[in-house]
């Protein structure tokens, strides 16, 4: 199959990009609003600044949180998962004899993140073993003790690329009193999300990974219930504002953080457009058979698939042992695709992401490049 709309992207044409998964890839159309919005930032800057960016912001946030099925007060923007998860850590009221529970899937930023604020505030962390294939919400119950008092988990993750039970797992934790924490870095234009009904109280997910925006736009979610632990992590003028912004509290303070380029926020609802138009009709087309396909070959190559729930991601365990670093370079430097290669718990794992700019030629390279490495596996 060919690649679709590729000249809507930037990206080096001598480059397969097999790893939308990490950074996502922005098309033209979404750039070209961000640059217009740059502009007028540019041009006007004091009365883009003073007076017409938040409501801009709360204007540019409206359709993109009813597509994540949310009501537009319980959402502010952040500029990824990663500052989302540290708004959350910061409010909730943790200290010694607390613990909070992860699980051996979580990305490696957000373990970093519960780790500073465990050692700063005395609280403990406890990861769950979640092996293949095994329900997820067994092992937290397993891992679960009279001192966890939430739960962090992903919705899909991003190693293993596994699809989690979070609203299962959302239920589970209501039940026990615990609060619940769903990292959805790579949900939105992933998978349906319908905040509303999810059952959880907090999530975050990134816009520039599969919604198409530019890079730098995420949205914090805040049941309401759990909006008055939300209290500010960076003090600035939203703390205390000056004039009525028409936002709640917790979303200024979010939100309102001194001078700063809020045009990849502007830009977000052009990337949700860009879903719609081009995209969501090609998924089942263009990732899902292919996805099919290219399981097939790597089998073929001997590496074994993990579970797959219908994403545009999808992990292999590779047949051979090899230094992931050395490994990943050479498949750019030699086979000219960037697809990552790293160990997850002693397994030797790559994951690809399909979108449909991704050529066949590419997927054909990497695949010579993965069986490359499997003849040649004792040098790497
Ligand atoms: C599951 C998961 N959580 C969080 C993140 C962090 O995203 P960001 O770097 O945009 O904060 C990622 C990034 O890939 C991820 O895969």
């Not at 465990?118 to 891992?143: N, V, Y």
């Not at 109280?201 to 949205?219: E, S, T, V």
């Not at 396909?293 to 698939?305: C, D, F, N, V």
């Amino acid at each position: 199959m060919k690649a679709r709309h590729r000249r809507h992207f930037l990206l080096d044409p001598e480059v397969g990009h097999l790893n939308h998964g990490s950074y996502g890839a922005t098309p033209l159309p979404v750039l070209k609003e961000q640059w217009r919005w740059q502009r007028e930032m540019e041009t006007r800057t004091v009365e883009f600044h003073v007076r017409r960016q938040e409501p801009l912001l709360r204007e540019a946030r409206a359709p993109i949180a009813k597509y994540l099925g949310a009501e537009l007060d319980d959402t502010a923007f952040v500029v990824n998962t990663t500052t989302a998860m540290n708004w959350v850590a910061h409010a909730l009221p943790l200290g010694p004899g607390d613990e909070v529970l992860l699980n051996d899937h979580e990305y490696g930023a957000v373990f970093r993140v519960w780790r500073v604020f465990a050692a700063e505030r005395g609280f403990s962390l406890r990861s769950a073993p979640i092996p293949l294939g095994a329900d997820p919400l067994t092992c937290l119950e397993a891992h679960r003790n009279e001192r966890t008092r939430a739960v962090v988990v992903s919705q899909i993750t991003s190693a293993t690329a596994q699809l989690l039970p979070v609203q299962q797992i959302g239920a589970w934790a209501r039940g026990r009193g615990l609060w619940s924490i769903v990292d959805g870095a790579h949900a939105p234009g992933h998978v349906a999300v319908d905040l509303a009904r999810l059952g959880v109280d907090f999530w975050m997910g990134n816009l520039h990974k599969w919604l198409w925006a530019p890079k730098g736009a995420a949205i914090l979610w805040v049941a309401r219930a759990c909006q008055e632990l939300m209290k500010p992590l960076i003090v600035s003028w939203g703390v205390e504002p000056t004039t009525a912004l028409g936002e709640p509290d917790w979303v200024a303070w979010v939100q309102m953080q001194a001078t700063r380029d809020p045009s990849a926020f502007l830009a977000a609802p052009a990337g949700l457009e860009y879903q719609r138009r081009y995209h969501e009709p090609l998924v089942e087309r263009y990732c899902f058979q292919r996805m099919h396909w290219l399981t097939q070959r790597m089998e073929q190559l001997g590496a074994q698939p993990l579970p797959w729930s219908k994403l545009k991601m999808r992990a292999f365990e590779l047949p051979f042992s090899a230094e992931p670093t050395r490994l990943h370079q050479t498949l750019f430097e030699k086979f000219r695709v960037e697809l990552p290669v790293y160990r997850w718990e002693g397994i030797l794992l790559t994951r690809f992401s399909l979108q449909h700019y991704v050529d066949d030629q590419e997927l054909e390279r990497a695949l010579q490049g993965v069986s490359d490495a499997r003849v040649g596996a004792g040098s790497l």
